[in-house]
């Protein structure tokens, strides 16, 4: 059964680097998405990015992320610039079009700033 | 915006027992509503939604239904088994069909 990939499982980085998250959608959906969940805290929306844009974004994403889709196959999300409280499992999702509601997690990549 | 009030875990079963997951939300209009399911090590996967008022999801034996007027969308399952362990999340969509996540409820059955 095709699947969400993510890579790595665990980043750790240090404060102000910049580090880009990985994830290889479902080939054949259209829609990406960014989700992070701090651990104890509930699962948030990001981004989500449709034709080669972003399509809606929450107040979390500001000017520190961004997210591309480098190539047929991966998309990434980019932050600059890190900090301590963006340690959090980051999430990556997608769909296909016209299933836009039953979207396909990855299992996520544990982000450990110190 | 929508949120979601879902009930402390973890619930602790045994096998067989009878789950009820309560999940209350508030929400401008009529979401459309999820439940996802996430197993050890594993992402978040869709588990059954209902798109109306009254509404019945189902699948793999839970069922929950589309409650209008008390705003809630409890998931059940008559006999829970040790493979249902998991962290289950109530989700009104937040529009675009973007579920409003809340901390999800962990699920633990003893054989």
């Known amino acids: 059964e095709p699947e969400v990939t993510q890579t790595p499982s665990h980043q750790v980085t240090q404060m102000g680097q910049e580090v880009i998250l990985r994830c290889v959608p479902i080939s054949n959906h259209l829609y990406f998405y960014w989700y992070r969940q701090i651990l104890g805290q509930k699962v948030e929306f990001l981004v989500s990015f449709y034709n080669n844009e972003i399509s809606e974004k929450s107040e979390i994403f500001d000017d520190q992320f961004s997210v591309e889709r480098p190539d047929g196959s991966n998309f990434t999300l980019k932050i600059r610039s890190t900090k301590l409280e963006d340690s959090a499992m980051y999430f990556c999702?997608?769909?296909?079009?016209?299933?836009?509601?039953?979207?396909?997690f990855g299992p996520g990549t544990r982000l450990t700033v110190t | 915006g929508n949120s979601v009030t879902q009930m402390e875990g973890p619930v602790t079963l045994s096998e067989e027992a009878f789950l009820t997951i309560n999940c209350t939300y508030t929400a401008t209009g009529y979401p459309s509503l999820f439940w996802y399911v996430q197993y050890p090590g594993e992402g978040l996967q869709l588990l059954l939604k209902?798109?109306?008022?009254?509404d019945k999801g189902s699948n793999k034996g839970f069922e929950a239904t589309y409650r209008k007027e008390t705003t809630s969308f409890h998931l059940e399952k008559g006999s829970v088994q040790v493979s249902d362990s998991a962290v289950y999340f109530c989700a009104p969509d937040g529009g675009s069909y973007i579920p409003t996540f809340g901390r999800g409820t962990s699920l633990i059955v003893h054989p």
């Open positions: 209902a798109t109306k008022a009254d």
């Open positions: 999702a997608s769909s296909e079009f016209g299933q836009v509601y039953e979207q396909y």
